[in-house]
């Protein structure tokens, strides 16, 4: 008002005394405070419905409320998986609310010296997120996810190749396995003829799965787990990690379900879940979001020991949740022994924690390097045996024999563990193959 009361002419040209600027000012602010007149209502803004802030949560890169062409180079395929995965896309929210409150007045200005502190509600993503003293690892996203993408890619073309010759395609068992028949699925015995020294098959099995559905599901989870990792642990970090822990997991099925075979690369997404727990215990004061990241660790972990038990009642079950537990324990162990250390980037801002750092993995290689010669021992014994039964034997039938066994009138499960006892069964005209899983349940009859 005072630049305008400076330069208003007046009618004739002359300038205008202050009663007549005083008066030209009022007539100003009146028009200005009512309101325009407008031949029809504008419509309010609707607010978006709950599965659009959800959806816009995820592609909405730059943070302004809607999916435009500004947010095309976030849209694309790299930049959107990189937006989802990241975990950039919640501290740009974040850090857009922050601004946002910075720029609204305060009650009371700050006083002399003193900066203006954005204030943020508490409903806001702050109480998700932890203090961070030096680099943050959601913040370090230096590698393509090379690997992980690859791995999936040829994992699905080896099961669509497979597949395309069967009759079920979508249930399938196919991969590596229709290629080379019987040759790349983990076991350590096929009858008596003994598997163990084919080493080949502690990798090959991971190429090959059982359906669709079980491909999907491992794709899917090796995508959610292994582009974070990958992108800040780099690639061959992730690949080593990956494929010791598709063989750990297969020493562990050795021990605990040895009679059985396995496929599927199960044990190496578990082991990038392991891998996600160890390098969360070595970034600790390094991951802002660190106690979510704990509790949905500890809640995956709990569901599967519960899927675990409850398959275990079951003589149908197929899925090997020993080769899961043994994927996810190496992934602990190799993650805090060889994973990405923010520590030792800042040694001297933490040097007092890099010397507890040292010492906690001394004990994971300690007791990694035990549980691997428990594990040398136990698959040294000949024939094969598991924890669950330490009775040793590599061949299992059904046979019906009233003269062997009198008193009921039914198939009976028979094992054996050298050539005599096999051929004294195969000479029987009643022997027929059966699953070891249905004798366990049914009880065993005859063991050598």
Request: a neutral charge.
């Amino acid at each position: 008002f005072t630049s305008m009361a400076r330069v208003a002419p007046s009618h004739d040209g002359k300038d205008m005394d202050a009663g007549a600027r005083l008066r030209d000012l009022r007539d100003l602010r009146n028009a200005a405070r009512q309101p325009k007149s407008t031949t029809a209502p504008v419509a309010a803004k609707a607010a978006p419905s709950r599965c659009r802030r959800i959806w816009l949560s995820f592609v909405d890169a730059d943070c302004d409320g809607d999916v435009d062409w500004n947010d095309a180079e976030a849209v694309s395929s790299a930049r959107l998986a990189e937006h989802f995965f990241s975990g950039r896309g919640m501290d740009r929210r974040f850090q857009r609310q922050l601004r946002s409150e910075s720029r609204r007045p305060r009650q009371r200005g700050p006083l002399d010296g003193e900066e203006a502190q954005p204030q943020v509600h508490r409903n806001a993503l702050i109480m998700f997120a932890s203090k961070v003293t030096g680099k943050v690892i959601e913040d370090q996203d230096d590698y393509w996810p090379i690997f992980v993408i690859l791995e999936a890619l040829l994992t699905f073309i080896l099961w669509v190749i497979g597949a395309t010759s069967e009759e079920e395609f979508f249930s399938a068992k196919a991969g590596l396995d229709s290629i080379f028949p019987g040759r790349t699925n983990m076991a350590t015995h096929q009858d008596c003829a003994d598997l163990r020294f084919q080493v080949w098959r502690w990798l090959t099995y991971q190429f090959s799965h059982s359906g669709l559905s079980h491909l999907g599901l491992n794709i899917f989870m090796l995508l959610v787990v292994g582009i974070r990792l990958e992108r800040y642990h780099g690639h061959w970090r992730t690949l080593v990690i990956f494929n010791l822990g598709v063989i750990c997991a297969a020493f562990n099925f050795a021990v605990i379900d040895g009679h059985a075979s396995l496929i599927g690369m199960s044990g190496g997404v578990y082991a990038l879940m392991g891998m996600t727990f160890g390098s969360l215990i070595l970034n600790w004061h390094d991951t802002r979001y660190r106690r979510p990241e704990l509790f949905m660790l500890v809640l995956l972990f709990l569901l599967d020991l519960a899927f675990a038990y409850f398959d275990s009642t079951s003589a149908d079950s197929e899925t090997s949740h020993s080769a899961h537990f043994g994927g996810y324990a190496a992934g602990v162990i190799l993650g805090v022994l060889v994973g990405r250390n923010l520590d030792e980037e800042e040694q001297i801002q933490h040097a007092k924690t890099l010397r507890c750092e040292r010492i906690l993995q001394g004990i994971f290689a300690s007791t990694g390097a035990v549980a691997l010669l428990l594990v040398f021992a136990w698959m040294a014994q000949w024939p094969p045996r598991t924890l669950s039964d330490t009775t040793p034997w590599c061949w299992n039938r059904q046979v019906f024999n009233q003269s062997m066994f009198p008193d009921e009138f039914r198939y009976h499960c028979v094992r054996c563990q050298d050539q005599q006892c096999i051929s004294m069964f195969e000479a029987m005209p009643n022997t027929e193959k059966v699953s070891f899983r249905i004798c366990q349940q049914a009880g065993w009859s005859y063991s050598q």
